[in-house]
């Protein structure tokens, strides 16, 4: 089930949908500035089944041919709590008024489990485990609820079952690529209609 607020500047997806790439994709591709560099900022740890969802998303997007899209963070270099501030700080170095698609897992309500929030707007890293260390980040925010929130919650992300995470993660890298399909077919024309 889907559902967009009024005013479009957010989307709730469940994982289940068979549309959920597609529908992530529009709505990331309706908002982004393509005149920008396209940051995906993966945060999570691969020391965390739950709090994997980031790396596992930038693993996955390292694995397509990406063009137009900057990604940091994957499996084998995850951004977390302790390198996030030089992570955003290498990035804003590098890249010129960069536009940061900042991604990470969270905790909620039971009815929450398997969907994915996007919104315009930054996220707070380390939400789900309590963190108030960390400032919010991004220009575009998507959050994928793993498991339900309450008591212990490092013990929760631990116990997060792999397959709810992989499955939510390969749908979100799927949608970051057709972003930068598109993304790349827009650049191409550009360069067509100035020669």
Not at 74 to 81: F, G, L, S, Y
Not at 119 to 148: C, H, T
Not at 155 to 181: E, F, G, P
């Amino acid at each position: 089930m889907t559902s967009i607020n009024s005013k479009n500047t957010s989307m709730n997806l469940h994982s289940s949908d068979r549309q959920f790439s597609h529908q992530l994709y529009e709505f990331i591709f309706n908002n982004i500035s393509i005149h920008q560099p396209i940051i995906i900022l993966c945060i999570g740890t691969d020391r965390s089944t739950g709090d994997s969802l980031g790396p596992l998303v930038g693993h996955f997007l390292n694995y397509k041919p990406i063009h137009r899209l900057h990604v940091y963070g994957c499996i084998d270099e995850p951004v977390h709590a302790k390198n996030l501030s030089d992570t955003i700080q290498n990035i804003h170095e590098k890249h010129v008024n960069p536009y940061i698609i900042a991604i990470d897992a969270a905790l909620s309500s039971p009815t929450k489990i398997k969907t994915v929030d996007v919104e315009l707007g930054p996220l707070s890293p380390g939400a789900a485990l309590k963190k108030q260390d960390l400032n919010p980040i991004g220009d575009l925010s998507i959050k994928g609820y793993v498991n339900v929130s309450g008591f212990m919650e490092f013990s929760i992300l631990q116990n997060t079952r792999l397959s709810t995470v992989m499955k939510m993660s390969k749908q979100i890298a799927q949608a970051l690529y057709y972003v930068d399909i598109k993304l790349k077919q827009h650049h191409e024309q550009t360069q067509v209609l100035r020669i």
